[in-house]
Structures are given as C-alpha cells and as structure tokens.
C-alpha cells in the first residue's frame, strides 16, 4: 500500500483511540526521510536510523483527529513530517488551554519512556503525515546508542524551552507583543525563508494560546492587516513588516 492509500483509507477523523489499533501504517523509509536532517533522527549514528526500519511506522490522517488524548496511555512516541497539531490541556469548565504547536521535525509524546501517560491531547489541525515510534524501539536505542540519548534530551530541551519562553510572553508582554512575538517565532518556526505561512488557528484559538480575549486579538489582528503589518489569506500568513515587529517586541517594556 502507497502512502496515497493510506490517505485514501483513512477518510474522517477519529478521536481519542490509541493509533496502533486504528491507523494503516506502512514501515518508515528512515533513511531516505525529506525531513530527516531537522527531525529526532538526524541527530543520531545512519547504522542506528537503519535499525528503524523494522519498527518505525508512517500513516496520514486528516485535520480533526484526535491522535491521542491527555492522560491516555503513552505507549508510542511521534515525529511530525508534514502539517500542524496543536497541543492541548485541559481546564476546569472543560476549557482547552493551547500549549504547543507542532510543525514538520517536531517529536512529541515519549511521556511513556518516563512513564507517564500523555500530559496532554495532540490533535491535528491540518492533514498531517507522521512517524509511529514505539516505546519499545525508544527503550533499544537508549540502551544501544549513546547518541540517540543526547538527541532525545536536546529535543525535549527545545519543546521545555519554547514553552517557557511563551509562559514568559504571557507573562511580561502587552497584548500588542504577544500577538508580535507569536507571529515572529511562527515565521522563524517555519523557517525565514517561507512567505506565506499556514496558520489553521481561529481568533479564539490563538487567543487560548497567547492569554488574550478574542476580541483583543481580532481587534490587533484587524488593525494589523490595514496597516499592512502582515496579509492573510486562505488560512496563511505573510509578514509585510517584520522589522516594525521585532522592533515592538526588543522595545517592550521601555
């Protein structure tokens, strides 16, 4: 089966059901990956990737499924390759609180290998084409490889990292920096060289995740797109003015 079939397959969203028993999946291609030199694995000894090939799984699913949910048991790891999942937890009166977004490289959910259960619920925003790595596999190359440990801890590092410093944007920030710090990280999170950047988030959404009311932000966003501070069209995002941006956030707080 060809990865076309697999999407073909798989043609509604399902919630909340652990992956392995729901999802076609084909062996991973590891070592021909296109993303494999921003990904967990391109950090790691090529004999070792190669070990992947037996376990590893790929498998596409479209925007609305629940890949798993927070508390569940996390018995797999995941590499994003192609789209956008938001990561979420839940608040008392059954709101969503945003707390990560996850683009093509970013690995997510190996709560199991400290075993935990999942500390959040990852669900995608747009198609999505990812990686199944199971915990069994994790625990071989942690005992295996050297490299793969260190790999692992600099990723979890970096997610540790990019939520603390939207913890601080929340923090320290005005509306107006915070709605500037989000677009400017989303621009460099997609690389500086991308025009238009995909951005499946309503208001609401991106209010959740920037601690702001709705209105707030769409007033921002509004008052933004008149003055040609960035566009918007079909979902994406191009930045017209990141200088007057990254002048508003380095000015914050003189």
């Known amino acids: 089966m060809h990865n076309t079939d697999v999407a073909n397959v798989v043609e509604s969203p399902r919630q909340g059901i652990n992956p392995a028993e729901w999802i076609p999946m084909e062996p991973s291609d590891c ?9 967990l694995f391109g ?124 913890a601080l944007d929340l923090g320290a920030r005005k509306a107006e920096e915070r709605v500037a710090s989000f677009l400017l990280h989303w621009q460099t999170k997609h690389g500086r060289q991308a025009e238009w950047l995909p951005l499946p988030l309503s208001r609401s959404e991106l209010g959740d995740l920037l601690g702001l009311r709705v209105e707030t932000v769409s007033r921002v966003m509004a008052r933004w797109k008149r003055e040609r501070v960035f566009e918007e069209r079909s979902g994406h995002v191009r930045l017209l003015a990141t200088d007057e941006l990254h002048q508003l956030v380095d000015n914050a707080g003189t």
């Open 31 to 39: 070592e021909n990956c296109a993303i494999r030199s921003v990904a």
């Open 43 to 166: 950090e790691i000894d090529p004999q070792t990737v190669a070990q992947l090939q037996d376990q590893a799984r790929e498998f596409r699913e479209p925007a609305g499924t629940v890949l798993y949910e927070e508390g569940s048991n996390a018995d797999s790891a995941f590499t994003l390759r192609e789209g956008i999942i938001k990561l979420v937890r839940n608040q008392p009166g059954g709101r969503e609180q945003i707390v990560r977004l996850l683009v093509g490289g970013d690995f997510f959910g190996a709560e199991g290998l400290f075993g935990d259960g999942h500390h959040h619920s990852a669900i995608a925003l747009t198609p999505v084409f990812l990686c199944r790595l199971p915990n069994t596999l994790m625990e071989q190359l942690r005992t295996a490889d050297p490299t793969f440990t260190n790999a692992l801890l600099n990723r979890w590092r970096r997610a540790l990292n990019e939520v603390e410093t939207l």
